[in-house]
């Protein structure tokens, strides 16, 4: 099943016993409310679809695994209503992934840069290439990583998020992200991950379905209180968004 939307492509395909999802933006795969909207809808139909027994979450293209929250749309943020809203977005898709009774492969063929670098660590298990260097420019924009800093610290744990997060402006190597947890393998080329990818998805789906559901809920125990904290770290970011030292910012990375 492919949808169009006039905000980026969103594409479900399900063989036997993977549902793959793939998402698309012309704007170096960023999100638009809608489309986070859409993929977040995905993630809760697959979990309840008897058929599905994994999910791969994967993006369009050879470039950039995901940009993060698009910056038209940040840039037309005038209340923090509206500013909540967007970032609620990335909490629902986070918590999505979180409560999904599927395990999560996440394929990232290429650079993950702020709500990117959270969806891959809100996935169960991580491949990636060496293109796949990781960036949280939050704070370089005027905001700061609150929605996803939980998934994240979760993954590689607070002092690798913290260095992330005070060098906004600085790559961190994929090597770097395998080493802090980020990643479970990393591979040369994207036809070696997809690979590797089609073998571990492949793999899973013949596990017990019971199985599989009972250690999802072990590897994201504790984690309950997201539902409200993700939603408070949205708050938080949408005030931000309307400041001058944000609007000025953005428009600045825009040119």
């Known amino acids: 099943m492919s949808q169009m939307i006039a905000s980026g492509t969103l594409t479900t395909t399900i063989t036997n016993g993977i549902a793959t999802l793939t998402f698309g933006h012309p704007a170096s795969n960023s999100f638009p409310k809608v489309l986070l909207q859409q993929l977040t809808n995905a993630i809760q139909e697959v979990s309840t679809n008897d058929a599905v027994q994994v999910v791969v979450l994967q993006s369009e293209g050879t470039g950039v695994f995901c940009a993060g929250a698009s910056f038209d749309e ?12 967007f970032f609620s977005g990335f909490a629902h898709l986070i918590n999505a992934m979180r409560t999904c009774p599927k395990v999560i492969v996440g ?4 650079k993950a840069i702020g709500g990117g670098v959270g969806i ?13 260097s990781i960036k949280l420019s939050e704070l370089a924009i005027g905001i700061g ?3 996803i ?11 690798a998020m913290s260095q992330m997060t005070l060098t906004a402006q600085e790559w961190k190597s994929a090597e770097w992200a395998q080493q802090q947890g980020l990643y479970a393998a990393i591979f040369d080329t ?24 009972e250690i999802k809920k072990v590897f994201w125990e504790g984690t309950d209180h ?17 400041s001058d030292f944000t609007k000025n910012a953005l428009l600045q990375f825009k040119k």
């Open 74 to 85: 940040l840039l037309a943020v005038n209340t923090e209503a509206e500013g909540t809203t």
């Open 107 to 110: 394929r990232i063929h290429g």
């Open 120 to 132: 891959a660590a809100a996935c169960d298990y991580t491949l990636a290439t060496r293109q796949a």
């Open 145 to 147: 990583p609150f929605v």
């Open 149 to 159: 800093e939980p998934a994240v610290s979760r993954k590689i744990g607070k002092m």
């Open 190 to 213: 994207i036809p070696e991950l997809d690979q590797v990818v089609y073998q571990m998805a492949t793999q899973l789906a013949g596990y017990n379905p019971q199985a599989l559901l």
């Open 226 to 242: 997201w539902a409200a904290l993700l939603l408070e770290r949205a708050a938080i970011s949408g005030q931000l968004v309307l």
